[in-house]
């Protein structure tokens, strides 16, 4: 089965930094999804992306997906208090099974 | 549009009970996930249904199960409650089944905790 693993783990920084979260597939990755979720919250979309090389944005959120690396990465611009929560990447197992698997999630404190 | 709705929000069971939980997806959407989330394994597929058939299975045990009615509204049922079933419950819905990244909207989930 695919796995995908989030890295860092957590993550403190101060408000107004720029930050970058990986998330490396152990297969193919043939799209991928990032989600934020509030503390003990449902998680919230954020993007999907399904090309090699695309890279879309939200705000001050930027995500690409790196096919041959197998890995994508989430980028926030000039970090907010607002931004702070759980990210994680998601992705669908091959072969048509279509089982949704997702990281472990990396946590994010922003310091006002 | 209203979002994934699910209830009851916190649940508090003992061992050996069984407990039913609750989803409404949103209007239209005709596909019904369900996930457990607990700090350890994180975030695990239980299964999807669509048009009140389960489509997806992921690897839990039987004591997990689900059903879908014709309004598309899911319940999932824990029998025989464990310990290790304490955890955060999310279901998520969208609008087709078996199509690769078709986008999944997740309520806020059901906080389930075994006594």
């Known amino acids: 089965s695919q796995e995908l693993e989030q890295s860092p783990q957590s993550l403190i920084v101060q408000e107004g930094k720029n930050l970058t979260i990986n998330c490396t597939s152990s297969?193919?990755?043939?799209?991928l999804y990032w989600y934020k979720q509030k503390y003990g919250e449902g998680l919230i979309f954020l993007m999907m992306l399904q090309k090699g090389g695309e890279e879309k944005s939200h705000e001050k959120i930027t995500a690409k997906l790196d096919e041959k690396k197998q890995q994508s990465s989430l980028h926030i611009t000039a970090s907010q208090p607002s931004h702070a929560g759980i990210y994680l990447c998601g992705a669908e197992s091959s072969g048509g099974s279509y089982i949704p698997t997702f990281g472990r999630g990396t946590s994010l404190i922003v310091h006002p | 549009k209203a979002g994934v709705t699910q209830t009851p929000r916190y649940l508090i069971k003992t061992r050996g009970q069984q407990v039913t939980l609750s989803c409404s997806p949103i209007?239209?959407?005709?596909?019904v996930s369900w996930y457990q989330q607990t700090p350890g394994q994180g975030l695990q597929f239980l299964f999807e249904?669509?048009?009140?058939?389960?489509?997806n299975k992921g690897n839990f045990p039987g004591r997990f199960s689900g059903r879908q009615f014709s309004n598309s509204r899911s319940e999932m049922n824990v029998s025989t409650l464990e310990l290790g079933d304490s955890a955060l419950y999310l279901c998520a819905s969208s609008l087709r089944q078996g199509v690769p990244f078709d986008t999944q909207y997740f309520g806020p989930g059901t906080r389930l905790t075994v006594l």
């Open positions: 297969k193919t990755l043939y799209g």
């Open positions: 249904y669509f048009s009140e058939t389960q489509r």
């Open positions: 209007s239209g959407h005709r596909s």
